[in-house]
């Protein structure tokens, strides 16, 4: 076992934990953030998606003693006072979810994305977000998510 | 699925590492990013008793210039090399491969170093690294270092020049300033790796090559130069028909692989006119 400190979502957690376990299985079963999902065993999908000092990792490709003296922030994380994050509510406003099941690393890599370009094109956010898999969208309302959320004009 | 136990050391410096791996022998294995040695262990198609990680080493990681060339610490990640203006000024071919290798995550993660010692035959940038002329400084037992040139540094799938026991500390890369680049990454789907790729790098004067530099990515078991077509760009214009021409014998001597994605003579076609097109985009940039 190694003792690892991490900051999570604005708190300070120290837990012990076997090397071999990865930062999306310490977030899930030690710190119960069920928030961020599996949903490969590739690290394809993107679906686990969460932030490493402030960059976008995919969190099953991550060990959690990796992540030792650093900062998470995931999908649990972006809501503030009941409010949601503007990347939130613009998936909600552009209906940029179906089963929802990508939906948290969705959020977590656009939100990366407008960090590193705040007015991408269409084609720059279909490019930012291409590893993360949609199977129910077609992707299209993610898209227009994105563009809301930069504050630019969605064509119809 | 979750990796076998290992051990997990995190030493701090590069003389750590050393001394931690000669004590290891081949139980141990290094871990950079993780990008490409974590789906691994997952899938359990190798189990060591103990990883060894490079990330708390101060030193290895950073970009900067000795005289003509630009060095990078080998755990440099992706995204530090694509963000990089000196390595955008110097080695535009290095920067644009760069980020065409997987997905803003993996960049976010993944190294330089850890990406060229895995030497996955489609990896990307062993093909730009080849056609910069870089060198790869590697240290063994007791700090001993010596510098081994990208054309002696890949030496099967996956497997470098990089020995057991030994640590890449940095890629050296001479400075190419004001060069055109570009690398043709060929697939069908976003987010795959290269069916066939070519990185070319053109030095213009007015409307004519005066050198060229190009890399092969997946067309055989290393990066592969085509030294033929380097040749035959000397003096041509930047034209469609010239660079046709001289774009043609770019799979001569390869022996690409057949697999799903496509064959070996379709791989060789594809050679030539991902050639012509990485040349004429790299004059014109
Ligand atoms: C979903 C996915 C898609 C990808 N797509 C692409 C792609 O399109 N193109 C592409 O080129 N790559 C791709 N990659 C691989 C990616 O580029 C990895 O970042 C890279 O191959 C490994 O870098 P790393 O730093 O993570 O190395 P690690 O995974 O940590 O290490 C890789 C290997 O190198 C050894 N090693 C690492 N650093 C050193 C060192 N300094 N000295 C000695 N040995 C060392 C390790 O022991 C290990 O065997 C993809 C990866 C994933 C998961
Ligand atoms: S669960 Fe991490 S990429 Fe699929
Ligand atoms: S909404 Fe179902 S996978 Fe994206």
Redesign the interface.
């Known amino acids: 076992m190694?003792r690892i400190t991490v900051q999570v979502d604005d708190e300070s957690y120290t837990d012990e934990v076997?090397?071999?376990?990865?930062l999306v299985?310490y977030l899930r079963e030690q710190l119960g953030k069920t928030g961020t999902v599996v949903g490969c065993?590739?690290?394809?999908c993107?679906a686990c998606?969460v932030h490493?000092d402030g960059?976008?990792?995919?969190s099953?490709?991550?060990?959690a003693?990796?992540a030792d003296g650093h900062e998470v922030t995931t999908i649990e994380g972006l809501a503030k006072n009941g409010e949601l994050h503007p990347m939130q509510a613009a998936f909600h406003e552009c209906h940029a979810l179906q089963c929802g099941y990508c939906t948290p690393g969705m959020i977590m890599?656009s939100i990366?994305?407008l960090n590193?370009n705040p007015t991408p094109t269409e084609k720059e956010i279909?490019?930012?977000l291409?590893?993360?898999l949609c199977r129910c969208t077609g992707y299209h309302n993610i898209v227009r998510a994105v563009q809301t959320a930069s504050g630019q004009e969605v064509a119809s | 699925m979750i990796p076998v136990q290992f051990d997990y050391l995190a030493p701090e410096s590069v003389e750590d590492a050393l001394a931690a791996l000669a004590e290891a022998g081949d139980d141990a294995k290094i871990m950079a990013g993780g990008q490409s040695l974590l789906p691994v262990l997952r899938l359990r198609l190798n189990s060591p008793e103990k990883v060894i990680d490079l990330s708390r080493i101060p030193g290895l990681r950073g970009i900067s210039e000795e005289g003509d060339t630009i060095v990078i610490g080998a755990m440099t990640t992706h995204s530090d090399v694509v963000e990089s203006e000196l390595v955008g000024q110097h080695a535009l071919l290095l920067q644009k491969t760069v980020a065409e290798v997987a997905d803003p995550q993996i960049r976010h993660r993944g190294t330089l170093g850890g990406a060229l010692v895995h030497a996955d035959p489609a990896g990307d940038i062993g093909a730009a690294a080849l056609a910069l002329d870089a060198e790869f400084v590697i240290v063994g037992p007791g700090g001993a270092t010596r510098t081994v040139p990208a054309s002696e540094f890949f030496v099967d799938l996956f497997e470098t020049a990089v020995q057991e026991g030994e640590l890449l500390t940095q890629v050296r890369i001479p400075k190419h300033t004001g060069w055109g680049a570009r690398y043709e990454k060929f697939v069908r789907v976003a987010h795959q790796w290269a069916i066939v790729a070519v990185a070319a790098t053109v030095k213009m004067e007015g409307g004519t090559i005066t050198e060229a530099r190009i890399g092969l990515t997946n067309m055989g078991s290393i990066p592969l130069r085509a030294t033929s077509v380097e040749a035959a760009l000397l003096g041509q214009p930047a034209t469609e028909e010239a660079v046709k021409a001289a774009s043609a014998t770019a799979a001569d001597g390869t022996n690409p692989p057949s697999d799903l994605n496509g064959d070996s003579d379709y791989r060789k076609h594809l050679a030539g006119v991902l050639t012509r097109r990485a040349v004429l985009a790299a004059a014109g940039s």
Not at chain 1, 18 to 22: A, D, F, N, S
Not at chain 1, 41 to 44: A, F, R
Not at chain 1, 55 to 58: F, G, I, P, Q
């Open positions: 190694t076997e090397p071999r376990t990865l299985h065993d590739t690290s394809n993107g998606t490493l960059r976008s990792v995919k099953c490709n991550v060990l003693v990796q890599q990366d994305l590193e279909r490019a930012g291409e590893g993360n």
